[in-house]
């Protein structure tokens, strides 16, 4: 993950996973934290996976990744894509199509 340092790296947290145990923030506190529910999150941009990890940050976050207990913490070089709410999308169409 790490040695391909010219492809930016993508992480999130799946929450639904996640325990607590805080082995990605020992590992990597300039990237993960907590949330007001305990869960871990990536401060990098509110865990959606969109802004590429600093390069300084990499070894960080392959141990982070590594150490996860549950495998919660995802990583791509490729952004993550949020599912938008279908609904709001049918709202869009109307207001442009109006």
């Given at each position: 993950?790490?040695?391909?340092?010219?492809?930016?790296?993508?992480?999130?947290?799946?929450?639904?996973?996640?325990i607590s145990c805080g082995a990605c923030e020992m590992a990597a506190p300039d990237i993960f934290n907590y949330d007001d529910q305990?869960?871990?999150?990536?401060?990098?941009?509110?865990?959606?996976?969109?802004?590429?990890?600093?390069?300084?940050?990499?070894?960080?976050?392959?141990?982070?990744?590594?150490?996860?207990?549950?495998?919660?913490?995802?990583?791509?070089?490729?952004?993550?894509?949020?599912?938008?709410?279908?609904?709001?999308?049918?709202?869009?169409?109307?207001?442009?199509?109006?």
């Amino acid at each position: 993950m790490a040695e391909n340092q010219e492809k930016p790296q993508y992480t999130r947290v799946d929450q639904d996973t996640c325990i607590s145990c805080g082995a990605c923030e020992m590992a990597a506190p300039d990237i993960f934290n907590y949330d007001d529910q305990g869960l871990a999150f990536s401060i990098i941009d509110g865990n959606k996976g969109v802004k590429p990890i600093p390069e300084e940050l990499l070894i960080d976050l392959t141990d982070a990744y590594e150490g996860c207990p549950t495998e919660s913490i995802l990583v791509s070089d490729q952004p993550f894509e949020k599912p938008d709410d279908p609904s709001s999308e049918k709202d869009e169409a109307k207001e442009v199509n109006q």
